[in-house]
Structure formats: structure tokens, C-alpha cells
């Protein structure tokens, strides 16, 4: 069965400071990737998607960066953190192909004071 | 661009009784359309999705939706609600330009009292 993993769980970061929140895909090869972000109470954002090892499309993209190093890792990242960035990470995967179902992580909380 | 709306940002009703989540969407085309809900401080879960066939259709747990072309609307339903279906519900699009994108409402945050 596939499972998926988002690191860290929760964090708190100050303003200005680096980010790296991970996600990983196990048991299913060539997985779609996605990012999306949720402000607190708000709705989703996607932010990134991937289809493929090294290849990253933006949708939206809020100062942040999006890397798949390997093809089930898949890196958000930025190297400035602003307040805004505050909320809810969320990572997902889907087969390739039309009519795939979209599987979430249990999501990142970030707090940036 | 695509946009989708769900007007009711709460909706509270008593355990029991029927319940109509409203989404609506903005897409010159017929998009895939889903319905999620997300349980306090966890991630999302399918609970159904319409591509193309009988326009309503049957999820997890006693919902369903109909995609109702002309009034551009994929309303959630369910006969009997239960307090544990309190959670925020989430209409989301994918256009058929692009299924890797998904443009989701604002949510409805659904109380069902006892």
C-alpha cells in the first residue's frame, strides 16, 4: 500500500529565517506531486506540482520554491520567510493519468512569529 | 479563470436531519469536480468526484452530489446527517486543460448538533 509522509509536523520559524518541509511517497512509482497552502481558516492554494523527477511547474507562487530531488521526494522550500507563509502545508500524490484520485498527507503547521 | 464558490461559510444543522452544501464554479468548459472534507488539524479525503456519465453521484459515508451543468453547480447532499460529520467541506475543480491543478471553495464548516 502507498503511504505518504510530510516532515516536519508542526513548526515555528522566525521571520527571515530559511525553510525546508519534506514529502515523501512510498510504494507507488512515478507518483504526480502536489503542494498546496492553507492560511488559517482559509481555503487551498495549490502552490506546486510535479509529474516528474527535476521538473516543477508553479501554480501559485508566494516566495517559495518547490524541488523533487528523487522521484518520491518532493522539498517546499524558501530561504526568506515572511509572516504570510504562516499555515497549513499540505503535500498529496496522484497516479499518472486522467481520473486519479488525490491522496493528502496529514499536512505541515507552520508558525512564522 | 476558474473560480469556485461555496456561498454558506457555516452551516449548522441538528443530527438527523437532511443536509445541501452549495458549490458553484466558474469554467467556460466542463470540469472534473470533487468534494473533500477536511476533520480538525488533518488533511484532506476524497469524499466523491464527478467526471462525466450520471450527473449524480455516490460518495463515502451517505453523500452524494449532483453536477448540474447549467446552473454551473456540484452541490454535496446527504439524507441523515451525524454529529461526527461535522468537518469543513471543500468543492474543488480541476480544469480539463489541466487536471494537475485543482482550485478549491472557500469551505463550509459543517456543525451537526445533537
Known amino acids: 500500500a502507498q503511504t505518504i509522509h510530510q516532515w516536519p509536523v508542526a513548526e515555528i520559524k522566525a521571520v527571515g529565517s530559511p525553510l525546508s518541509l519534506g514529502c515523501t511517497i512510498k510504494g507507488k512509482s512515478s507518483p504526480n506531486l502536489y503542494w498546496y497552502w492553507q492560511a488559517t481558516g482559509g481555503t487551498l492554494q495549490q502552490l506546486f506540482y510535479?509529474?516528474?523527477?527535476?521538473?516543477v511547474e508553479s501554480v501559485v507562487q508566494l516566495n517559495l520554491s518547490a524541488s523533487r530531488p528523487k522521484d518520491d521526494q518532493f522539498i517546499l522550500s524558501t530561504e526568506k520567510l515572511l509572516l504570510s507563509h504562516s499555515g497549513f502545508y499540505l503535500c498529496?500524490?496522484?497516479?499518472?493519468?486522467?481520473?486519479?484520485?488525490?491522496?493528502f498527507g496529514s499536512g505541515t503547521r507552520l508558525l512564522v512569529i | 479563470a476558474q473560480s469556485v464558490t461555496q456561498p454558506d461559510a457555516r452551516v449548522t444543522v441538528s443530527e438527523g436531519a437532511s443536509l445541501q452544501l452549495r458549490c458553484k464554479y466558474s469554467y467556460s468548459g466542463t470540469p472534473y469536480l470533487f468534494w473533500y472534507v477536511q476533520y480538525p488539524r488533518q488533511g484532506l479525503q476524497l469524499l466523491l468526484k464527478y467526471y462525466s456519465g450520471d450527473p449524480v453521484v455516490q460518495g463515502v459515508n451517505g453523500f452524494e452530489a449532483e453536477f448540474i451543468k447549467s446552473n454551473s453547480s456540484f452541490h454535496l447532499r446527504k439524507a441523515s446527517v451525524h454529529w461526527s460529520d461535522s468537518a469543513v467541506y471543500f468543492c474543488?475543480?480541476?480544469?480539463?486543460?489541466?487536471?494537475?491543478?485543482?482550485?478549491f471553495g472557500s469551505g463550509t464548516k459543517l456543525t451537526v448538533e445533537p
Open positions: 510535479s509529474i516528474t523527477v527535476g521538473q
Open positions: 498529496a500524490w496522484s497516479p499518472e493519468g486522467l481520473y486519479s484520485d488525490y491522496t
Open positions: 474543488a475543480v480541476s480544469p480539463m486543460s489541466n487536471y494537475n491543478v485543482l482550485y
